[in-house]
């Protein structure tokens, strides 16, 4: 197995190389658009690639030659797809298309990571064959890449589609909600948290172990990774209040309708997990395990 990663600078691209590096035996090769940040990785084992310029797609293609490309790169801020569609499309549409490409020639299984921002919200938690229905640029974007994947005619290719991603890695390129949670509490800072929102927030690394076993299986067809536990982002920074002993009066519910944000949310997601339970042995860990877990990476990188 020869597996190239893209966008390894990020959340979910840190975790895969660090679980690849811990495991040890597995031919790899991470990329991403900017230089590297994880100091774990040796510089042989990195290259500069920006999936939005189709000839550094074909060359890393004709150089690594990979079984397996995990394409975790994306424009994931959902503001700024609404607010800058070409952009947004250029990357997480037309970018797809050339890695489609790549692995037609190649016969590589292509795993790719999608979102519960495809769905509507009406009616989680989600099934892997449920309807979509994206309310936003980006969830749009993100489905029409799905679209292009099971229309490509690849032999091997898999959707891993996921929710709220959280964890910490090295000299991370943006925050997420339990740092943002955490941070303003620890200041005393009072905050306004969304009750209509209901997710399943997933750590980073459950989320890499399920694209790595769907790469060990070489699994093909969609799977929702999630964490197992769906709450309201009240709930969710409620929790992070009550784990590390923070003053809760100062976290005030507010409904999404007054945040003015470019784009809509669904209101309820959260994923039904069973189809990567029983075919990949996908098993998350609970949401307060997940933030234990950050007390430790927090230690570790920050
Ligand atoms: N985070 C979430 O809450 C969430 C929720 C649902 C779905 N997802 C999906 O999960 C996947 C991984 O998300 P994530 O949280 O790990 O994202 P992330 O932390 O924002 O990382 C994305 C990485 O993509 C890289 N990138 C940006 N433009 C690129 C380009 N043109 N070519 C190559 N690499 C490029 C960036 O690398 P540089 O830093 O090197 O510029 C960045 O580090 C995405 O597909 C996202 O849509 C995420």
């Given at each position: 197995m020869k597996i190239l990663i893209t966008g390894s600078n990020g959340l979910l691209g840190q975790n895969i190389i660090n679980q690849l590096l811990k495991k040890g035996g597995v031919?790899?090769?991470?990329?991403?658009?900017?230089t590297n940040r994880n100091s774990n990785l040796k510089e042989e084992a990195y290259h500069q690639l920006d999936i939005t310029n189709q000839n550094e797609v074909d060359s890393i293609f004709e150089f690594y030659k990979p079984t397996v490309v995990i394409n975790t790169a994306a424009m994931t801020n959902v503001d700024a797809c609404?607010?800058?569609?070409?952009?947004?499309?250029?990357?997480?549409?037309?970018?797809v298309e050339y890695l489609i490409n790549g692995c037609k020639k190649n016969?590589?299984?292509l795993i790719h990571l999608s979102t519960d921002f495809i769905f509507d919200g009406e009616s989680g938690p989600y099934k892997e064959s449920d309807k979509a229905n994206p309310l936003s640029y980006y969830g749009e974007s993100k489905y029409q890449a799905e679209v292009l994947i099971q229309k490509s005619g690849l032999k091997n290719w898999a959707i891993a589609r996921t929710i709220i991603?959280?964890?910490?890695?090295?000299?991370?390129?943006?925050?997420?909600?339990?740092?943002?949670?955490?941070?303003?509490?620890?200041k005393g800072e009072p905050i306004n948290v969304v009750d209509d929102q209901f997710r399943s927030p997933t750590h980073g690394s459950d989320l890499a172990k399920g694209c790595l076993l769907i790469a060990e299986k070489k699994a093909n067809g969609i799977f929702h990774l999630s964490g197992k536990?769906?709450?309201?982002i009240l709930e969710l920074v409620e929790k992070i209040a009550d784990f590390y002993q923070l003053d809760k009066s100062i976290i005030s519910p507010i409904k999404s309708l007054t945040l003015n944000q470019a784009a809509k949310r669904p209101p309820i997601t959260g994923f039904v997990l069973d189809k990567a339970k029983k075919e990949l042995g996908y098993n998350p860990m609970s949401f307060e395990e997940g933030l234990a877990l950050v007390t430790k990476e927090i230690k570790k990188f920050e």
């Open positions: 031919d790899f090769l991470a990329t991403s658009k900017g609404e607010e800058h569609r070409e952009q947004c499309w250029n990357m997480n549409v037309n970018a016969e590589t299984h991603v959280y964890g910490v890695v090295e000299k991370m390129s943006r925050s997420n909600v339990v740092l943002w949670a955490k941070g303003a509490l620890e536990e769906v709450m309201s």
